[in-house]
C-alpha cells in the first residue's frame, strides 16, 4: 500500500539558503507516518498508552535530490517496506510537481516505555503489514 | 541577579530572509532559564519527578529590535522579575555586540502533572527568589 | 475579516511534558498568516521578490490558557487588528474542541532586504485593510 | 583529525516520549560541522558570499543506539571521510558518557546560488583535507 500526504513548505522550515533546511525531510517523514496510522485506525498514543510500547527509531535516511522553496506543494509517499517482530521500516520519497525531491527510510522498533525491546502488539503489527499487501 | 547565557546563530536557526526567525528567540529564552536553574542547582527533572511539579508557560512575549544573522554571537540576559507562590516571571534581554537585539518575557506557573494549578515547591520558589536580592 | 487554519499537534511538536512546545504556537501563527495570505491572492516570495520588502516581526505575544496534547485538533483564527502604512498587526485565538486554547498576536513591519523600514507597497497594504472590513 | 563538540539537550528538544526527538540529531551534525568550519578558520557565511557556493546536502543518515533524555551531556565526533573535488562526506558520532549514542554521516555537495553542481573552492577543499590527515 501506498500513502500519500500533501505538506506545503512554510517560512519557518526554509533556511539562510531559500530552501527548506534538510532536518526538516524527517519531520514530514514523521508527521506522514502518523497520519498513515491515523489513515489505518491506529494510534501513538493508544500504543504508548495502552500498551506501554513506543516505536523509537532506530535509523533514518534521506537522499536529497533537488531543494525545495518556501511555497513549494510537497506530496510525501509513504511505503510500508517491512513489517517484523519488533521493527517496522518505511520508505519515503518526497515528490514536488511529479519530481522526485528526496527520498529516504525510517527503521522504528517497539520497546517499553523505559526502552527495553518488545514485540510489537500483535494487532498493530497486524494491521500495517496487512495494509501492505 | 542577572544571569547571562552566550548563543551562537546557527545555519538551522535563519529563515529564507537570511536572518534568525523570531520564534527562536523563545527557544533561547528557555534554553536560558534552564542554564539558570543549573546555576542555582536546581533542575526541572527533580522538579517533574521528585515533586510531580511542571512550569508550564501561561504567557511569552518579545519585542524584536534588530535582526541576527547567521554566526552572530549573542548573549541573552536572564532577570527575575518575581516570584509569586505559583508563578515565576523572567525578563529577558538579547544583546548582539553589546545592543539590544531583542527583549521580552516568560511568565510560567506551576502545576501537577496533569495541569492543575499548585504551589511552587517552597525550596523552589525561595532558591529563585533569593538569586534575585 | 477571520481567517481560520486547521492544525493537528505532531508528535515533534510535543516535549517532555507530554504536550505542545509553547515556542510552537509561533510557529502556527506564522502558517496561519502565510495562508491568510494565499488566500487573498498575496505570497510573502512576490513582496520580496517584486517589491523588496520583507515583513520582519517587531513583536510576538503569547497567553496559554491551556495545554494541547499530541493529536488535538487545533484551530488557529486570525483577525486583522491593524494595517499602517509600515506595519500590520495580527490577531490571533488557538482553538481546541471549540475552547479557547491560546491567545496572541504578532506585529510586523515592511524593510527593505538590507532591513532599512519602509512603506508596504500600496496593493500589499490595501488588500488586506479591504479584508478586514 | 577528530573534532569534538559538546551538547547539552534541552526542553525543546525532547518530545512526548521524554527524550530527544530523532529529527535533532541531524541539527546537532550541523551546528557541529559549523563550528569545525570556524575551527579551521572557515565560514560558510564567506563561501556563500565571496564564492558564491553553498553546500547543500545530498544525503543524511543516522543509527540510534540509545535514547538521550533531558539534561545529558552529549558529545558530537565529526570526522571527515572524504573530501572530493565537488564534495565532502562527515562522519558524525554522538556519545553519551562515553557509549556511543548515535552515528551517522552528511554528505554535501558543492553548487552555485542557482544549485548548480559546481567544484569546491580550492582552498576550502584543502583546508579540510589537509585537516583529516
Known sequence: MIFKQKFRVHWVDTDIAGVMH???FFRYFEVCEEEFYRFLGLDLNQLRE??????????ASCQYKTVCHFNDNLEVILKVREVRSKTI???????????KAA????????????????????DFARIIRNSAI
Open 22 to 24: 534538510f532536518s526538516n
Open 103 to 122: 527520498e529516504g527510510f525510517v527503521k522504528c522498533i517497539a520497546t517499553t516505555l523505559d526502552w527495553k525491546v518488545v514485540e510489537l502488539p500483535e
Open 89 to 99: 521500516t518505511y520508505d519515503f520519497q518526497v515528490l514536488k510537481e511529479g519530481e
Open 50 to 59: 495502552a500498551h506501554g510500547v513506543l516505536p523509537p527509531r532506530v535509523e
